[in-house]
């Protein structure tokens, strides 16, 4: 294995620096079709980089179809590029919230953003019955949240699109866009 350095994002580093692939592997699946009359196939493989900043590693796998086109190839990182940090006050949550949120935190990373909606929508409930007691809809909850001191009503208004949100990932499979 020849040492090729290139640029790639280090979960570790928090940016983008030089990693050396330090291992790769491939496999061929093809057969020859009588309809075509040439072979198609399944080409996959992957590579092992280390970051020459700090010595963490990650794979990263390809798998190209012979009848698509080369810049076709697909690639998936594991694990993947963690361009969410987790902030520090996370920490000093009850525990219970705490999973919740970390949940939540590797649904976006693996972009589920389905289940992270879902899982924001469920922490919100959860934060509120500890707060003013379980209500019936959400907007209850927020009333509650309002009249108790913890929320005003500009945040009201915003809290009710995170509701709305949630609420058709849970029952619609709703997925946002989010681009970072």
């Not at 999973?99 to 409930?125: F, M, N, P, S, W």
Request: hydrophobic letters at 30%; glycine letters at 4%.
């Amino acid at each position: 294995m020849t040492n090729t350095t290139t640029t790639k994002f280090c979960n570790e580093c928090q940016r983008y620096v030089n990693h050396t692939e330090v291992n790769s592997g491939s496999a061929d699946n093809e057969e020859y079709s009588p309809e075509y009359e040439c072979d198609i196939g399944l080409h996959k493989g992957y590579t092992v980089f280390r970051c020459l900043g700090c010595n963490e590693h990650f794979i990263e796998c390809w798998k190209w179809f012979s009848e698509h086109n080369r810049e076709d190839i697909i690639k998936t990182r594991y694990p993947n590029e963690k361009y969410l940090e987790e902030p520090e006050w996370m920490t000093k949550l009850p525990i219970e919230i705490l999973k919740l949120l970390k949940e939540i935190y590797i649904a976006i990373q693996d972009k589920c953003l389905t289940l992270a909606c879902t899982g924001i929508r469920t922490v919100l409930d959860r934060v509120f019955t500890d707060k003013v007691g379980a209500y019936y809809t959400s907007d209850d909850s927020l009333n509650a949240m309002i009249q108790s001191g913890y929320i005003t009503a500009k945040q009201k208004e915003l809290l009710e699109i995170v509701f709305d949100i949630g609420s058709a990932s849970a029952h619609r499979s709703l997925s946002p866009i989010l681009k970072f």
